[in-house]
């Protein structure tokens, strides 16, 4: 699964030309802005894409427009799509009650950006594992190095991951985040790969949370 990059902004097509050289073995999510119409949703449906994502974050522009974001997702219930959340960790406790309220799927990001110094017992992780009560809520396990305060390996962002399963196993995702932009430290790959046993440790979870969530989120 491709999410496509803030970087390239409304502008779909590079995503869209990874996903038709997959030969159908990808699918993507798009990030759009209020010139697209039921043309271009369609295009992207066909296209593969199957989700939009919104970001908060205020080194990205902070939150979007609300009436936007309220009219988008009227769209993704139409097409059956869903709603990828990126956040700041205080954004979660901020907009609480409005994603509880989400009449679709909708995939909360890097963990919800939490800061693992604050602990597991911090207001917005305790909001995200009660945010997983919803059956229409996800969460990613992925952004290690985004989660973690002591740095390389990032061990320390593993306790949230396992609670986030262990709250929801059947509705979490994990991904690599490459190519990493915005990083305090760029981390290796393999070694966020290596983090997933410690966040999963059996082969059967393992297998849940890298194919069959991922399989029924986006209809593979």
């Known amino acids: 699964m491709i999410v496509h990059a803030s970087c390239h902004g409304a502008d779909m097509r590079v995503t869209l030309d990874a996903i038709a050289r997959s030969g159908g073995r990808y699918r993507g999510t798009a ?3 209020e010139s697209g119409g039921e043309r271009e949703f369609q295009k992207m449906h066909d296209g593969g894409i199957r989700g939009v994502r ?5 080194h990205l522009g902070g939150r979007p427009d609300m009436g936007f974001f309220r009219k988008t997702v009227e769209r993704l219930r139409a097409m059956g799509w869903h709603l990828i959340l990126h956040l700041d960790a ?9 994603f509880r309220k989400l ?9 919800g950006r939490v800061k693992a110094a604050d602990g ?3 207001a917005p992780f305790r909001v995200l594992l009660s945010c997983l009560k919803n059956e229409n ?7 290690a190095e985004r989660v973690s305060s002591k740095g390389p390996p990032f061990t320390d962002a593993v306790p949230f991951a396992r609670a986030l399963i262990e709250a929801a196993p059947e509705r979490v995702l994990w991904g690599t985040d490459w190519p990493h932009p915005n990083v305090k430290w760029m981390p290796d790959d393999a070694a966020l790969v290596d983090l997933l046993p410690l966040m999963a ?12 969530n991922p399989a029924r989120l986006y209809g593979f």
């Open 31 to 33: 990030i759009i802005d």
């Open 54 to 58: 919104f970001n908060f974050v205020r």
């Open 90 to 98: 205080e954004d979660l406790v901020e907009f609480e009650s409005t």
């Open 103 to 111: 009449p679709v799927p909708f995939v909360i990001d890097h963990m």
């Open 120 to 122: 597991l017992d911090q």
């Open 137 to 143: 809520a996800w969460v990613k396990i992925c952004g």
């Open 201 to 212: 440790p059996d082969a059967a979870l393992q297998k849940q949370i890298l194919v069959d």
